[in-house]
């Protein structure tokens, strides 16, 4: 099953779409600007072998081995890797693709596979250069103090320079106007701070193949967190701190909050260095956020008590902040690295999925992705030293919606979400036994004995699926010995990713069933359209019958208006056709055996009032998850997605 799975997916060529992205930022260039890569095997083989050469560092078993016996090994590896990435049913984020291989002699990177040796592996890990980082989420710590903020900003930049998206938070900062000891002066506060981080990150650009990307965050009870709410007032995307997404921090338990935002109590702010008493109405917090949700998206909010009540090394370690898109929370100088499961691939065109070649999926992912720790190289020391001792991964699935299309399942419907948890439980169960498979095999990560794991500890909140019983016996058993990684999952919202394999985002549904995608062009700095139509709904419907509802389908992007059979509306419904609730539920359903995070954004139509936007704001209080995003259609100016009317 899973050879032929992989065989069906290699053969499968790739949409104009996805050739498109990877010929403009993904493919190896010449300085020149001649391509060394023309095609998508192309970048497999390169991915594919450096990430297997890590075999040659990090597995002790190879110790043992005679030369014949490891390059064998070594080559099976790459084999394997190549295979998966090859047919696109796992790929690592972005910065794996980009950089991988960086600083290697071409000719070693891509000559065939029985011609490797074992020196040529070498060569390759010899080769790396401070170029070859292959993270996505970073988060680094901004300490109060002249030096220790410009320090991070230096550290902002060299990771942006790499490709990493970086988060902070920024509650450490001494709240605008309090007392300044060194100048007698007053102090400008965390907000005016992120402006020069912004800046910073605006002209270095992620390795010149696409932006960067922030999260800059506050805590509830900072002195200044009103200030900060509005901080992105008045962002039309291009101009007020651009290459930030902002969230409010609940470090406390997220009951607390909805406690005191139900008795209309308020919350103290403070901070060491603030010494006016200060409060303020929890409701009156709630009411900006909704207000400013409402008019730019942001802020968002990240619950960092749910984020470390699942961590295994809290309290020896806490998180403080989460990455750009919020879906790794991570403790002070803290990485991650990224890959992505596609779904869809795994549902055949009449619905069937198939879980055994998903095992086998999840466990070489693992393998990978605990592999490319060990090839990844750092701007930044104390980043390097984090890594290692944690060896926190983020994989995840991509392809949920085209998988819920296949099976002519709704998305905001409980059998989905019932399947979500059933499908996010098998993959927590097998990831997780193969992280402590590795630790067995390669050694446990080096704080594991500070860890909760030696106790027993469950890192996810679990609710009830098929796998709950093997879960809890695998927590009991094994793992209270070997684990390879503290956190093994995360959902990714997969931007890019999803567009080369061809298929949904994340865990979202479809944004429109036809539409047109800009690309930036960094070349040129022009931006060109791609269009698309959903592939499962291409054959779903008969070809007369897509031909009569193109034009309108690609004007309004939903079949909701459009005159169809009401079965396909329930089954092809888009993010907008779907109710906030059901976006809030869905994002729960998964998260309950997620031990890292989510990225989910919940829609809310165009028409949706401010008060609309609050309660959702309440309502995620009570929700087992770790965060919040809301998205009102058409409140940004430059959205990424686009329906054909807005051309
Ligand atoms: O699909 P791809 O691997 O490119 O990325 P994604 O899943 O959309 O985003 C994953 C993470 O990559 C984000 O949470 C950010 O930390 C980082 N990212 C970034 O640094 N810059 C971007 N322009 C987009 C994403």
């Known amino acids: 099953m899973y050879r032929q799975l992989i065989e069906r997916y290699k053969q499968k060529p790739l949409s104009e779409n996805a050739l498109k992205i990877l010929k403009e930022r993904y493919f190896f260039k010449k300085p020149s600007g001649e391509f060394v890569e023309n095609s998508w095997f192309d970048v497999c083989r390169r991915v594919a072998r450096v990430v297997a050469a890590a075999e040659l560092i990090n597995n002790p078993r190879l110790e043992k081995m005679t030369a014949a016996e490891k390059l064998d090994f070594v080559r099976q590896v790459e084999s394997d890797f190549f295979d998966l990435l090859a047919s696109r049913i796992f790929l690592p984020n972005s910065p794996t693709l980009f950089n991988a291989g960086i600083g290697a002699d071409y000719e070693l990177l891509y000559k065939p596979l029985e011609q490797m040796k074992l020196e040529d592996y070498q060569k390759i890990l010899d080769s790396r250069n401070h170029l070859h980082m292959l993270s996505a989420c970073f988060v680094v710590p901004v300490e109060d103090s002249i030096e220790g903020i410009f320090n991070a900003v230096k550290e902002f930049a060299l990771i942006t320079k790499a490709g990493g998206g970086i988060g902070s938070n920024f509650s450490a900062l001494r709240p605008k106007g309090s007392f300044v000891a060194g100048t007698h002066g007053k102090a400008s506060g965390p907000v005016s701070f992120m402006h020069v981080f912004n800046t910073a990150v605006s002209i270095v650009e992620q390795g010149y193949r696409r932006r960067g990307a922030l999260m800059g965050i506050l805590n509830i009870d900072h002195p200044d967190i009103m200030e900060f709410i509005d901080a992105k007032k008045g962002n039309d995307g291009e101009r007020v701190l651009k290459f930030f997404n902002i969230s409010v921090g609940i470090p406390m338990d997220r009951l607390e909050i909805l406690r005191m935002y139900e008795n209309d109590e308020e919350i103290e702010l403070k901070h060491p260095k603030w010494h006016h008493p200060t409060k303020v109405k929890v409701r009156e917090i709630f009411k900006k956020m909704a207000q400013n949700a409402w008019e730019t998206g942001d802020p968002g909010m990240v619950f960092l008590g749910e984020m470390n009540k699942y961590y295994a090394l809290y309290p020896y370690r806490e998180i403080i902040s989460t990455n750009p898109c919020g879906e790794i929370g991570l403790s002070a100088y803290e990485a991650c690295n990224l890959g992505s499961i596609d779904l869809a691939k795994l549902c055949d065109d009449k619905g069937v999925f198939d879980w055994e070649s998903f095992a086998k999926v999840i466990r070489t992912a693992v393998r990978f992705l605990d592999n490319v720790i060990d090839v990844n190289v750092f701007p930044i020391d104390k980043i390097t030293q984090a890594v290692k001792e944690s060896r926190r991964l983020g994989l995840g699935i991509m392809g949920f919606a085209d998988m819920l299309y296949k099976m002519e399942i709704p998305y905001n419907s409980e059998q989905a979400r019932s399947l979500a948890k059933n499908l996010m439980a098998f993959m927590a169960l097998h990831a997780h036994e193969e992280s402590s498979r590795l630790g067995q095999e390669k050694g446990n990560f080096p704080l594991f004995e500070y860890s909760r794991y030696p106790n027993g500890f469950i890192p996810f909140s679990m609710d009830v699926s098929d796998y709950d019983d093997e879960i809890r016996e695998h927590f009991n058993t094994i793992a209270k010995k070997y684990k390879r ?10 931007g890019s990713i999803s567009n080369i394999a061809d298929t949904s985002s994340g ?36 070809e007369n ?73 309440v309502e995620a209080l009570k929700h087992k998850i770790r965060g919040l995003t809301v998205y009102r259609d058409g409140s940004l100016q430059t959205q990424v997605l686009t329906s054909a009317k807005d051309l």
């Open 507 to 542: 865990l979202e549904p479809n944004f429109l069933l036809a539409y047109v995608r800009y690309v930036n062009k960094l070349s040129t700095n022009e931006r060109e359209p791609l269009f698309y139509v959903n592939e499962v709904l291409a054959k779903k419907l008969p």
């Open 485 to 494: 990684n503290v956190a093994v999952l995360a959902i990714a919202p997969t």
């Open 545 to 617: 019958e897509l031909l009569r509802i193109r034009d309108r389908l690609i004007e309004e992007g939903s079949l909701r208006n459009i005159d169809i059979d009401e079965r396909l509306k329930k089954i092809f419904v888009v993010a907008h056709d779907i109710d906030p609730l059901d976006h809030l539920l869905m994002q729960e359903a998964f998260q309950s055996y997620v031990d890292n995070n989510i990225s989910k954004t919940i829609n809310v139509p165009n028409s949706a009032t401010v008060d609309d936007v609050l309660e959702i704001y």
